[in-house]
């Protein structure tokens, strides 16, 4: 069932660590240019489908397709080359580099070993790390090392090392977790605005966040997908009531 | 100005560095009498070393405990030509088969093996010097890097491929010369090595040689590539999670290192005119990381001055006290680990920020007891600061 609507389609993808099946027959289709968020208790097995994806865990079953081409058993490096990227729970950024450093290493430009070493920063790459750095609320920190941001500034700082590659399909793990209202507010709006030209995947916690910038919502328990759809029709499912009120 | 800018960050560095070539191209010839010019020269051989334990080591976070291995396949392949050199069947007469080297005659092999022929070529003998190494290390670090293998796991892996290698070479007398090395080098295409004009000479190219590695090497720290290094070493999968090959990138780097080492080694022969296994171990192996990390093993400049100062150490201290010198090396190394991580250069880049930090205080307080003249004396108190500024 390939449908060109989709820019992901993973089916009955599995994985187990000797013997404990943390993702069990996990079906997910990914619309273009839209928000689908992933929620689930504690050990539902939501990051471990993240890595799947990008290639941070082997799968031990299943099927990653990308644009009709096959994910699984690429090395990460190439899955981010296709466009696929990925934003870790913990803010993943280079503290010791500044803020234009980090997002200019970002740049797809020369990411051979000979392509570092003869890298010059031209113009256009400038002016793509400036209007990143725009989209993102830097703009002004510029010249600020990663390490001194806020730690919403850091998770924001890389959303943008993702938008310099200019992926297709964004993967965010908890990207408003340890943030103040006001910060998850302009979380919610960035990745509002980001999601117009590309699909965005998110894990998330917060209920209200999730209502904010979900197109779709994907209900996980046991490493099973146990609900689908919009935020309302999953709310209203009786197995995902059960799931989260009930034991 | 634009390469300029890339090599030397800050009018600091560009000061060190001058300062530096100062030192290894004018004071020290000058002031030493060729026997202890030869032994400098001899440590900035190791330097060599140094200067790609700075790249892999202090910037990439890889700790290979292997170096000897790369300096001593440079300096064989050196000490190879030089010894067919030596063996033309004149002055090798006396011998059951005259016109090969003394060691083989000694173990009744009868005809040059096969992997000695082409080192009667010199061109093939001096890109062998670097690119052996290189091809080697390629092959070694692609097979453990490919596996994510990393950390003390390497460290372990390259030791262990040091042992084999000096065991290796230390077993098979007739092949490599064994346990007393090559010895008894005598020219160089005709030229003969062991003059005191030859000493020097040699001495200038290694210095040369020594200068443009550690250009390229701080030219290769303030690219991207640098910066890639450093982010490897602090956030690895963030770096593979933004499209770069980590793999790859460490692979090229240990092999950068492996074929620094291999000149150095070369140069080393050509000094001392001699090669053998006891520098192709762990003890050399060890002692070359001592002298980066006791220089400071983020700073290419303190990684080679490093070298000689250990080094300096060593020769006045074992004439003294030969027994006590491994006792003293250990201890110092352990308290650069401990009290110094960034070794010489990090002290003194420190304290420059320090003085820096005193010299404005006591300009401040000085305005204010006796305004003009002492903020004239306190700015260039402040321009007197050495500038060691060294990343």
Known sequence: MSDRNFVLEVEDLGVSFDGFKAVDGFNFYLNRNSVHVIIGPNGAGKTTVLDLICGKTRATSGSIRFKDRELRGTREYKIVRLGVGRKFQNPSIYENLTVLENLELSHPTGRGVFGCLFFRRTPEIMGKCLEIAEQIGLADKLDTEGGILSHGQKQWLEIGMLLMQNPEVIMLDEPVAGMSVRERQETSQLIRKISQNRSVI???????????????VTVMHMGKVISEGSMETVQNDPKVIEVYIGH | MIFFRTLFKTKGEAISFAVFVALIAIILPLALPIFRLNLVGKYLSYGFVAIGLVLLWGRCGILSLGQGVFFGLGGYCMAMF???EASDPVS????????????MDWNQITQLPWFWEPFKSFTFASCAVFLLPGLIAFIIGWAMFRRRVGGVYFAIITQAIALILSLGIDGNQGFTGGRNGIT???????????TTGAQYTLYFLCVFLLLASALLAKYIINTRFGRVLMAMRDREDRVRFSGYDVAMCRTFVFALAAMLSGLGGALFVLQVGFMSPSLVGIIPSIEMVIFTAVGGRLSVIGAILGCLIVNFGKTAFSEAYPDAWLYLMGGTFIAVVMFFPDGLAGILDKSGTLKAKLSTLGTGLMKKLKPAESAEKASAAVAEIPKTAEP
Do not use: C, N, Y
Request: zero cysteines; aromatic letters at 8%; a negative charge.
């Open chain 1, 202 to 216: 998110v894990i998330e916690h917060d209920m209200e966040f999730v209502k904010e910038i979900a197109d779709r």
């Open chain 2, 82 to 84: 030089l010894k067919l």
């Open chain 2, 92 to 103: 090798t007469s006396i011998q059951t088969t005259p016109g090969i080297p003394d060691f």
């Open chain 2, 184 to 194: 008894d080098l005598k020219t160089l295409l005709g030229w003969d090595i062991r």
